[in-house]
C-alpha cells in the first residue's frame, strides 16, 4: 500500500460546477502531504457513447473503448483546470498531483490479473477502484452529485450511488479506505 497517495474520481456530472476548479485545488491541499491522483469520469461524454452503442449496436468491447477515449478527453480538460497537474498512466508516475489517462491506464492494465471487464456496468468508479487498487492508494474519495453513508459497496451500487461492478473492483485493493463526497452538498470554497 502507497500510504502517500490518494486516489479522488472527480464525477462527470460535476464538470458544469462554475467553482470546480477551485474545488479540485481545495482537494489537493486537503490531501497535503500526500499525492493525489485524479480520475475523470465519464459523464455527458460518456452518454454520447451508450446512445451511439443503442442506435448502432456498437456492442459492449467497442463501447468500452470508445468510452475510455472520452474519459481521456475529460481528463485533458481537467488538466485545462489544474495547470499543475501532470498527466500519468502507470504506478511508477509519481507527481504530486496527477489526473489519469483512462484509455492508456486500461490498455497497459489488460496485460494484469483482474483487469475490468469491458461492460457497460464498468464505469469510471471501478475504474477509479481498479486504480487505487494498481497504484496501493490508501484512500478512495468518490466525488459524486450524491450523498453515501457506510461501506456496503453492493448497497451503494443497488441503488445507483456506484456503478454495479464496483464492489468486485473493490475486492483486490486491500485496507482501502473509500469514501463518497456529495460535491454539490459542500460549500463552495471562498473566491
Not at 456503478?163 to 473492483?169: E, I, S
Amino acid at each position: 500500500m502507497n500510504e502517500n497517495l490518494v486516489i479522488v474520481k472527480v464525477g462527470g456530472s460535476l464538470f458544469d460546477l462554475p467553482d470546480l476548479k477551485l474545488r479540485l485545488a481545495r482537494c489537493c491541499e486537503r490531501a497535503r502531504p500526500r499525492r493525489v491522483v485524479f480520475v475523470p469520469g465519464g459523464g455527458s461524454a460518456a452518454n454520447v457513447i451508450r446512445s451511439l452503442d443503442i442506435t448502432h449496436g456498437l456492442g459492449e468491447e467497442a463501447a468500452h473503448w470508445l468510452a475510455l477515449r472520452m474519459v481521456q478527453v475529460n481528463g485533458c480538460f481537467l488538466k485545462t483546470l489544474l495547470a499543475q497537474a501532470t498527466i500519468v498512466r502507470f504506478p511508477h508516475e509519481k507527481p504530486r498531483v496527477g489526473i489519469l489517462d483512462a484509455y492508456d491506464f486500461a490498455r497497459a492494465d489488460e496485460a494484469r490479473d483482474n483487469h475490468l471487464p469491458h461492460i457497460w456496468d464498468v464505469t469510471s468508479d471501478s475504474l477509479a477502484a481498479r486504480v487505487a487498487a494498481v497504484f496501493g492508494a490508501e484512500e478512495l474519495v468518490l466525488l459524486k452529485s450524491v450523498s453515501w453513508e457506510g461501506s456496503d459497496w453492493q448497497a451503494a451500487a443497488s441503488a445507483g450511488v456506484v456503478d454495479r461492478y464496483f464492489p468486485v473492483a473493490l475486492r483486490p485493493a486491500r485496507d482501502l479506505a473509500v469514501r463518497v463526497v456529495n460535491s454539490r452538498a459542500e460549500q463552495p470554497p471562498p473566491p
